[in-house]
């Protein structure tokens, strides 16, 4: 998993994707499942702080002496940021921060005795930039937010950094719902899902009748999905549900028109040498798939035979293509005649990322 850097400013955003800046919905879901209570990302925060341009002036030459400072460092260590990329972040750190993201330009002017409005103190941001240059604490944790397809979600410590290579899922689910009426007003399942990315993502290209159920094991998970949930206001389609994989759906056993997942799969000894910002700070629980990588992968591919309804679809991420394999065998060989039109799809990047297909009528 490679930690992609982006963050939350209108001017970054690829004019392909209009960034969503709907006010927070002030309803919450009655049945919550969690009672913690996300943090605001940076850029939804009032700008209830004020500096002078001069102090922010020497906050923002001192933060880019320390990204200077990281040369190719952290590259070389384990293929982290560099500062060039570190630099770019700290424009958009300051976008975020900022009430007037414009004045940015003015940040070099004489006009010192100028006020500016911020969303955070000027000493927050000198806590927050130290540990992003000090700590490798992950760039959207520092904001509170990723963009993903044309969403900003929120995120923060204890939630995986939704990637962009999972964005294709949506796509994958769009064209089998496109393709019937069934699937896109049926019920969908999001197991494992994180900031709630792909059950949104999905609710969004779902018919007024379709459901999804989003399930997750970590009380903060649930939060924060919860949180996305209701800023895009689909707290009427999308459920969110606390339990292990399938438990939560005991309900809807065999009801079911697609499960999509992205699982943890790297394997238990690969943590410890990925990139810092993933391997020293995103939640394990989101991360480990056990000895091979492949324990929730092979969990999910027998539970959803009896989950789904005949026909029924189902996409799974994985790490690669020997992940991709080892899945796709073990439904041929362990399972036959159960699934059909299994495939393996590439990824944006040519990796075999996904496995996808249908589960036969259980007659069969
Ligand atoms: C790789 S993350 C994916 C998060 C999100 N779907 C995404 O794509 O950004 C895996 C998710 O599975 C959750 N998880 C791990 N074990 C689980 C279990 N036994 N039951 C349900 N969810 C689990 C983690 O908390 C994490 O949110």
């Known amino acids: 998993m490679k930690l992609i850097s982006s963050a939350c400013s209108v001017v970054r955003i690829p004019s392909l994707y209009a960034s969503l800046y709907r006010p927070i919905c002030s309803a919450s879901l009655s049945s919550s499942p969690s009672s913690l209570k996300p943090t ?190 209701l800023r895009y206001g689909l707290q009427d389609m999308i459920e969110v549900r606390k339990g292990s994989w399938f438990e939560p759906l005991k309900d809807v056993e065999g009801k079911l028109a697609g499960v999509v997942s992205n699982p943890p799969y790297i394997p238990s000894d690969d943590i410890s040498g990925l990139q810092a910002e993933v391997g020293q700070h995103e939640p394990r629980l989101a991360l480990d798939g056990g000895v091979s990588g492949m324990d929730d992968l092979l969990h999910l591919c027998n539970g959803v035979l009896s989950m789904l309804k005949p026909g029924g679809f189902f996409v799974f991420e994985t790490n690669g293509e020997k992940q991709c394999k080892v899945l796709v065998d073990y439904m041929e060989n362990n399972n036959p005649g159960k699934f059909f039109n299994v495939n393996i799809v590439s990824d944006f990047a040519g990796i075999q990322r996904f496995v996808t297909g249908f589960i036969n009528n259980k007659s069969s």
């Open 40 to 229: 605001t990302p940076l850029f939804l925060r009032p700008p209830r702080f004020s500096t002078s341009i001069s102090d922010l002036h020497k906050w923002h030459h001192w933060a880019k002496n320390l990204a200077s400072s990281v040369g190719a460092s952290f590259v070389q260590l384990d293929n982290g940021p560099d500062s060039t990329s570190l630099r770019r972040e700290l424009r958009w750190l300051l976008e975020d921060s900022l009430e007037d993201p414009s004045l940015i330009y003015q940040l070099g002017s004489q006009n010192y005795a100028m006020d500016v409005r911020l969303k955070a103190p000027l000493d927050e941001l000198y806590v927050l930039w130290r540990q992003r240059i000090e700590e490798r604490r992950p760039f959207q944790y520092i904001v509170g937010c990723e963009h993903w397809r044309d969403l900003v979600l929120s995120v923060q410590e204890g939630v995986l950094i939704p990637r962009p290579e999972t964005e294709l899922i949506v796509d994958l689910v769009k064209d089998v719902a496109l393709a019937s009426g069934e699937s896109k007003e049926g019920l969908w399942a999001d197991l494992g899902t994180g900031s709630g990315a792909i059950a949104i993502g999905i609710g969004r290209i779902l018919g007024s009748k379709g459901k999804v159920i989003a399930t997750d094991l970590s009380p903060v998970a649930l939060a924060v999905a919860t949180y996305n949930v």
